[in-house]
């Protein structure tokens, strides 16, 4: 079973910082994903990372895939009271099915 | 055009009742997934579907959970005798081809609360 961990659970900033999560596995990863989920929503698809080594930036946000595709990480610069959520990475698993890590949740406090 | 479109949103339940969750996937989209989350964690494959044909399932309990997608109408996720530990919020996602391939589209759930 290919698993993913996030870290940190939980991330609590004010507007204005940079922080960054991630997302670790011990196996190797065709791709990767990453969602935000806001309350009460379903997750949606910010970016996919194929490459080992692949930076990929949306706006205020830059992706990043481990040379080795087992971890990435996920960067906001100055972050915004909008940015809060809850992060998730996910991957292909087993049978291919789409398999999730425990997700960071950010809150980001006027 | 139409995202995928999950009702109810919220459904209340006693335990020993049966839950009836529906998805209808977006517009020309022919495969479904039907994902569990449990507050305050990620989401857990269940179940994925293409038209009249269950693929995989091994993410869903053998036992009072059951998943249908037929060639009319929306795929439904059935949940027999709840129990408490039934409550989550339950996401339908679909996509036109495989999810390796194809970006998938999460709908806005349902929240089963069982009581």
């Known amino acids: 079973t290919q698993l993913l961990e996030q870290s940190p659970q939980f991330l609590s900033i004010q507007e204005g910082e940079n922080l960054t999560v991630y997302c670790n596995s011990s196996s190797v990863f065709s791709s990767l994903q990453w969602y935000r989920q806001e309350p009460g929503e379903g997750p949606v698809l910010l970016v996919t990372?194929?490459?080992?080594?692949e930076v990929k930036k949306l706006k205020r946000l830059t992706f990043q895939f481990g040379d080795a595709r087992k971890d990435s990480s996920l960067h906001i610069t100055a972050a915004q009271t909008g940015d809060t959520g809850l992060y998730l990475c996910a991957g292909p698993g087993a049978g291919n099915m789409l398999t999730f890590g425990g997700g960071t949740r950010l809150m980001v406090k006027p | 055009n139409a995202g995928v479109m999950q009702n109810p949103r919220h459904l209340v339940r006693r335990r020993g009742q049966e839950a009836r969750l529906r998805c209808s996937p977006m517009?020309?989209?022919?495969?479904v997934y039907w994902y569990r989350q449990l507050p305050e964690e990620g989401l857990k494959f269940m179940v994925y579907?293409?038209?009249?044909?269950?693929?995989?399932e091994s993410g869903m309990p053998k036992e009072r959970f059951s998943a249908e997608f037929p060639k009319e109408g929306p795929s439904i996720l059935r949940i027999q005798q709840v129990v408490r530990g039934d409550s989550a919020a339950y996401f339908c996602?679909?996509?036109?081809?495989?999810?390796?391939?194809?970006?998938?589209?999460f709908g806005s759930g349902t929240q089963l609360s069982v009581l």
């Open positions: 990372v194929v490459t080992g080594g």
């Open positions: 517009k020309g989209h022919s495969h």
């Open positions: 579907l293409q038209k009249e044909n269950i693929i995989d």
């Open positions: 996602a679909s996509s036109r081809g495989q999810t390796l391939n194809e970006k998938l589209f």
